[in-house]
């Protein structure tokens, strides 16, 4: 394998792309295969399409897929709906496991979706949960005997710091907790092996790394042992065992199959379906090597010759995902200067600016072209600008 993969990309002339991990671009052959889906699918077969065009096993298909690139076994991964929903599923499931206890674990690192999900989750069972969160670094000491769930996003959104699956894992089950892990920016960035951790459930989103598009589905993981115990509080008509005998009770399907809830998104999926070809040769332990020597290279620049900011990302790959951010204080206003000058990263409040180092489409060279331009515009304040000051909806 040869990274990068530019040319399996449709990227503008002139931009150094540096938000995959927000949101991917499109690889190339995505929109050819969505237009043959609109006619030839959907335009042609009209409701025959969920037989003719398999459209009905897509999820568990492309779970298999990603399956591969997360160290999940074939059958436990499968798709639908939002990453949000899945969280709220998993952490259901999770907690009907664990009857006797009451405490959801969290940290202060994770993306504020999965603690708001949990809250409404507490909030609607009425039946004294708590939602405890502590800071990264103290997960571990905060596991005890009282926690029913411990959920961590496995690399922190604003920093790229990354817990350590295999230990926290194990010590969450040593105290009888089950254990979630969200794979948002983990998928397609890192090694993970979630059949070697033993973790019960995992979630994850797939327009990020891996490049489905804008609101493309997520994925959620049960291990297969658990499988056909999990109770699904979504009993969606998708998870029945037999969606088409119309019966009025919820009897959930075999295996993964009852982690489906509403109809799937079948033209995301067929983009996801396509953007997933990149992969087909992709060894992620080259993957993750390429990404840490960018990510190295990237600091190193950085800091040579931009002193205004401050890497709050751990300076140890091996500690950090797949991206590097640094706090200024001008960190919108700078971004969004950037952002014109052709360097796309994006920014998380306060202070943070963040940029996505992706192997399969970002090479040495483009990292020492984006800090060429963000030096220029930190040595000449050229973020110091009405345009760039004001705030637009999203970041």
């Not at 997960?139 to 710091?161: C, F, K, P, S």
């Not at 960190?331 to 192997?359: E, H, K, N």
Request: aromatic share 8%.
């Amino acid at each position: 394998m040869s990274l990068p993969k530019k040319h399996l990309f449709d990227l503008p002339d002139g931009i150094i792309y540096l938000d995959g991990n927000s949101l991917g671009p499109l690889p190339k052959g995505v929109t050819e295969v969505v237009q043959e889906m609109l006619t030839a699918q959907w335009g042609a077969q009209l409701i025959k399409g969920w037989n003719a065009c398999g459209w009905m096993e897509q999820p568990s298909r492309i779970g298999t897929t990603i399956g591969r690139l997360i160290g999940a076994p074939e059958g436990s991964v499968v798709l639908g709906d939002t990453l949000s929903i899945k969280v709220f599923q998993a952490l259901a499931a999770g907690l009907n496991m664990r009857p006797e206890r009451r405490v959801i674990l969290s940290d202060s690192g994770n993306f504020p979706s999965d603690l708001y999900m949990a809250q409404g989750l507490i909030g609607l069972k009425q039946a004294g949960y708590e939602l405890r969160v502590v800071a990264p670094q103290e997960v571990g000491a905060a596991i005890d005997d009282t926690i029913a769930m411990v959920m961590l996003t496995q690399v922190d959104y604003r920093t790229g710091r990354m817990h350590d699956m295999a230990t926290l894992t194990k010590q969450a089950q040593s105290a009888g907790a089950v254990m979630l892990w969200d794979l948002a920016h983990s998928a397609g960035a890192i090694e993970v092996d979630l059949a070697a951790s033993n973790a019960e459930l995992a979630v994850g989103c797939t327009y990020k790394y891996l490049n489905g598009g804008p609101g493309a589905p997520a994925f959620i993981y049960v291990r297969p042992d658990l499988a056909d115990q999990l109770a699904p509080a979504l009993s969606g008509w998708l998870g029945h065992d037999a969606p088409f005998a119309f019966e009025p009770d919820y009897r959930p399907a075999a295996g993964i199959e009852r982690m489906r809830v509403g109809t799937p998104p079948v033209i995301q999926m067929a983009a996801l379906e396509q953007a997933l070809c990149v992969w087909d040769d992709v060894d992620m332990a080259d993957l993750r090597a390429a990404s840490v020597a960018l990510c190295d290279l990237f600091i190193a620049e950085v800091e040579r010759r931009c002193p205004d900011l401050t890497l709050i990302s751990p300076r140890d790959g091996t500690k950090r995902g797949s991206q590097v951010s640094f706090a200024f204080a001008h960190g919108y206003a700078a971004m969004q200067a950037l952002i014109a000058r052709g360097v796309i990263g994006d920014f998380r409040a306060p202070d943070v600016m963040r940029f996505g180092l992706t192997p399969l489409y970002i090479d040495a060279a483009d990292v020492v072209g984006a800090v060429d331009i963000l030096a220029d515009i930190l040595d000449n304040r050229l973020w110091d600008t009405p345009e760039f000051r004001t705030p637009k909806r999203v970041t």
